[in-house]
């Protein structure tokens, strides 16, 4: 399997990538994860690690996809927030492309090289989003 979920306790989800991921991968990945509006409400963050990805093979179309299956989440879940780590050039620069794709400013993402970064701008992202949603 070369996508695995692991849900976290505090409403995030890993989703941890090995060797080639394809197009299809991550679109059934997404698809787990946004299955149900239970699910979609719950869901605080998404950390894809995807140090372990050799390489990525994605169509246009899926790419597409992908970002269209995001955009769904923020009707349910007014934010989505998305890390990705990944340390290879190839599969970085991917990434950043399939981030600047997105056009949903509800969507909040950013691309790292390692897993602290990505773990602490998670950190930030929610405590801004949490005091910006709280003033009255």
């Known amino acids: 399997m070369p ?6 306790d505090d409403g995030g989800v890993v989703l941890k990538g090995f ?12 698809h787990h994860i946004y299955s149900t509006p239970e699910m979609i409400s719950k869901l605080k963050y ?7 990805v050799e390489n990525f093979v994605l169509s246009p179309q899926e790419v597409q996809s992908i970002i269209e299956q995001d955009k769904l989440v923020t009707e349910t879940n007014s934010r989505q927030l998305i890390a990705v780590i ?21 969507v909040i993402s ?17 405590a801004e989003l949490s005091s910006y949603l709280s003033i009255p």
């Open 86 to 106: 990944a340390n290879r050039d190839h599969v970085f620069g991917l990434s950043r492309m399939r981030l600047a794709l997105s056009d949903d400013e509800h």
């Open 46 to 52: 998404q950390l894809c690690d995807f140090l372990n």
């Open 19 to 30: 060797g080639t991921v394809t197009g299809a991968d991550l679109l059934q990945a997404n």
């Open 3 to 8: 996508i695995r979920t692991i849900y976290r």
């Open 110 to 126: 950013a691309v790292f090289r390692d897993r602290e970064d990505a773990e602490t701008w998670i950190i930030q992202q929610r």
